[in-house]
């Protein structure tokens, strides 16, 4: 099983190294199914809009919502989210690799990507998988801790895939 995560505080870090690196393996022909994300700044308030794009060639899913200038609540639309699962799945058919953007609070209590990332693995797919310090002791419990960390840099991620891509 070839399962690693990335965790960093920095904003937008781990969403550039993840496109980065499924960019530069889509480029070299290694077939990559999953989803990055990117994060657009909104004016006047500290939330931006969230959009993943689904591996390798799209859609682009918008999975954040507007709850307004006051809210505090989750702003994740989990519909979204799910439609997103939806278009990954049958896409672990052609999948050399499995690149999630992110292991979050839909995946910690139970939903989302989990069932992708479950699938992947038990047909010896490697995953990487973006997460957060909020939720990366439930990813740890999820995977049993069999999962190593890697930073945020797209040479490492490239480094640690590198046999994946090799074997393309």
Request: glycine share 8%; proline share 5%.
């Amino acid at each position: 099983m070839k399962l690693a995560y990335v965790l960093t505080d920095q904003t937008g870090e781990l969403n550039r190294a993840l496109a980065a690196t499924a960019q530069a393996l889509i480029a070299q022909g290694v077939r990559v199914a999953g989803t990055t994300q990117t994060d657009t700044p909104r004016p006047k308030t500290h939330h931006c809009d969230m959009d993943v794009k689904v591996l390798p060639d799209g859609p682009i899913l918008r999975i954040s919502q507007d709850l307004g200038e006051g809210a505090k609540g989750c702003r994740l639309d989990a519909d979204a989210l799910e439609r997103a699962v939806g278009l990954t799945l049958p896409r672990l058919d052609d999948a050399e690799l499995l690149i999630i953007n992110k292991f979050g609070k839909h995946e910690a209590e139970g939903r989302g990507f989990r069932e992708v990332i479950a699938e992947a693995l038990s047909r010896d797919i490697p995953v990487l998988v973006g997460t957060n310090a909020l939720n990366v002791e439930a990813f740890q419990t999820f995977c049993d801790g069999l999962a190593i960390s890697l930073p945020a840099d797209t040479d490492a991620l490239l480094g640690w895939l590198r046999p994946t891509a090799n074997a393309a």
